[in-house]
């Protein structure tokens, strides 16, 4: 699978992972104690990973926009 099929895979997911994350943490008083910890602690562990792989597949992107060292003119 190329990059871009991936990216189209895991950004939608994290979008969303991300949207629950919120919504349940925003939430936690009106939820059920052992299904706040199912889906918020549980997914915080999937958001990391996903997390993780989209910043794997952008690395090269961070690299050249962020972390590249500019020359002085001397």
């Known amino acids: 699978m190329n990059k871009a099929k991936a990216l189209g895979i895991v950004n939608p997911i994290l979008g969303l992972m991300l949207i629950i994350q919120a919504t349940t943490g925003l939430s936690n008083e009106i ?3 052992e299904f706040f910890e199912f889906i918020h602690v549980g997914g915080g ?3 990391l990973i996903v997390a993780t792989i989209h910043v794997i597949l952008n690395w090269e992107w961070i690299k050249t926009r962020y972390l590249k060292r500019t020359k002085k003119n001397t």
């Open 45 to 47: 562990i999937a958001l």
């Open 31 to 33: 939820l059920p104690n």
